[in-house]
């Protein structure tokens, strides 16, 4: 008898290794398949060169852009405050670096996976007409990886992340990294902002779709053949794939995230939410202050009206694709610092000055 328990626990100790290592390989699929898709947006972004004054004039989205630059700037001017700190996650090629110049920061760092993208911040970081009042750090790598805090050192105000955050939602990993750098890298009190496409539009407009695409004349939505009856059980909250193509800003694989579990899962690491709203109720909301109406008018947003320079219909819907999130990270802010003449900080960044995170 004592024999045959023997090879029954002999057997099932085979049975759960074996299972271990299947287990254990899928992950590793999954981590690498994972990494080569965060490797394709980047390689996407990085190829995007820099474009003239001329040739942002002429993009088939030019109010769209500027119309997310003004709810950028929005949300800058309500969220970050004279002195601050702040980090800049998927910095892209630093188009927010003016934004934060006017906002008189302290300090700047940002962190983006592609290489062509950081070094072109840093270009526009060093070819200013009028240098910016701030002293600015800039890394690559992929957040959404590594732990910020073995390459940068924390204590900041405010974190951003625009149109990015959602390229983490590919595996529940990727999504906690991100949130856990979030929290790890902000202050008490401290605002994580941003933008990212609204899941429940997203979903919404599959489900009157006719087939697994929409879209107009600016953007395109495609899913593939395993989300063909359009439904997304809780049991799936990552990895839902789908292909978005913008005219002359976007082509590559974006994923769901659906805001309820965003928000759990941020709350998680203490980070609680403050706003959600949609791009469309955000504007609404906003172009009442004439403050921002008058900052509306000088990006150009709505254009004269004239010829039909204006924000045209098309990319009125694609900005109903987007929504605006802020959240706060528990606990009390301590006090804030004394404020010196930043303006003596800048200097010029060369290319050794950007590092890389360490893995």
Known sequence: MNAKR?????????ILFAVLITCKIFLLADAVESRKKAKQVADFYSGRSNQSREERESSPIIHLKKLN??????????????GDSVLDLACGKGGD????????????VGVDIAAGSIDDAMKRYNNRRQRLSFAAELFCGDCYEVDLERSIQGGFDVCSCQFALHYSWSTIERAERALDNVSRMLNPGGFFIGTMPDSNVIVQKLRAAQDLEFGNSVYNISFGEEHRTKRFPQATRFGIQYHFKLEDAVDC?????????????????????????????FVHKHIKDDH????????GALGDGSNGDTLSPDEW??????????FKKRGEPGPRRQQNDRRRQWSMMKAEDIKKLVT
């Open 6 to 14: 023997g090879k029954e626990r002999e057997d099932f100790g085979r």
């Open 69 to 82: 630059n003004w709810i950028k700037s929005v949300l800058i001017h309500l969220y970050v405050h004279k």
């Open 97 to 108: 670096l003016i934004k934060y110049d006017k906002a008189n920061i302290g300090r700047y």
């Open 253 to 281: 694989p974006e994923w769901l995230v659906f805001f309820p579990y965003f928000q759990s899962l941020a709350a998680n690491y203490g980070l609680d939410l403050v706003l959600k709203l949609n791009f469309h109720d």
């Open 292 to 299: 921002f109406i008058d900052l509306m008018r000088k990006l």
């Open 317 to 326: 819907e694609a900005a109903y694709l987007y929504l605006v999130f802020v």
